[in-house]
């Protein structure tokens, strides 16, 4: 089945223990990227990458690292959480790297920092 | 910089009667336009997208959207609303100039009485 997954699907840690949420995709797609979603401020984009070891900021970057290796997984990296970073966290890809694209999005991880 | 702005955060209908959910853009070039929606506890789904052309976009389950440039509006549609309809709904915008930037609104909550 073609999907995007995202693990842990859910996660609590504490302030300042370093994470990494992995997300894979089976489709061969060229673009990714990782968004986070809070009440009231909608999806706001994080990271995007547009080919392997081609990354880029999207718009709330900070406290954030990615990294694209292969072109299927695409890790989002807290390297020292903060309670601010709580949040419902989405993967998603598309098949090219051309904006009329559609993306394709993950199930989610829900992450609390304590 | 693009922006998107869904100015209702909720909206409720009944069952049978039309429903309208709003979004207006703000893009420096020629825009596409998605919308997605989001069901409790899943991730994001596409509904339809306008790339070129009519202004009119026919997407799934009965949604459409109708593009109006001069407003800079791309304001979802459906004839018959369902309880099934019932979700968190999402515009986004994204510039072919930019392609790897992608847009989202804060979502409108569509509610569906019987």
């Known amino acids: 089945e073609a999907q995007v997954t995202q693990n842990p699907r859910y996660l609590i840690t504490v302030t300042g223990k370093k994470l990494t949420v992995t997300c894979s995709q089976n489709?061969?797609?060229?673009?990714m990227s990782w968004y986070r979603q809070d009440p009231g401020l909608g999806l706001r984009q994080i990271y995007y990458?547009?080919?392997?070891?081609?990354?880029d900021k999207g718009d709330v970057p900070e406290g954030y690292k990615v990294s694209r290796k292969e072109k299927r997984n695409f890790p989002l990296i807290l390297e020292s959480p903060s309670p601010n970073q709580t949040s419902l966290y989405f993967c998603?890809?598309?098949?090219?790297?051309?904006?009329?694209?559609?993306?394709?999005f993950g199930p989610g991880t829900r992450l609390t920092v304590l | 910089a693009q922006s998107v702005a869904q100015p209702e955060d909720q909206v409720n209908v009944a069952e049978g009667n039309p429903l309208t959910v709003k979004c207006t853009y703000s893009v420096s070039g020629n825009p596409y336009l998605f919308w997605y929606v989001q069901y409790p506890n899943r991730g994001l789904q596409f509904l339809l997208k306008y790339i070129t052309g009519d202004n009119l976009v026919k997407g799934s389950y009965g949604f459409e959207a109708e593009f109006n440039k001069s407003q800079t509006s791309f304001h979802l549609k459906k004839p018959s609303a369902l309880v099934s309809d019932s979700a968190l709904y999402f515009c986004?915008?994204?510039?072919?100039?930019?392609?790897?930037?992608?847009?989202f609104g804060d979502g409108t909550t569509l509610t569906v009485k019987p």
């Open positions: 998603a890809s598309s098949p090219t790297t051309i904006a009329l694209d559609t993306q394709y």
């Open positions: 990458s547009m080919n392997v070891e081609v990354t």
């Open positions: 489709m061969n797609h060229e673009y």
């Open positions: 986004a915008v994204r510039d072919r100039t930019n392609a790897g930037k992608s847009t």
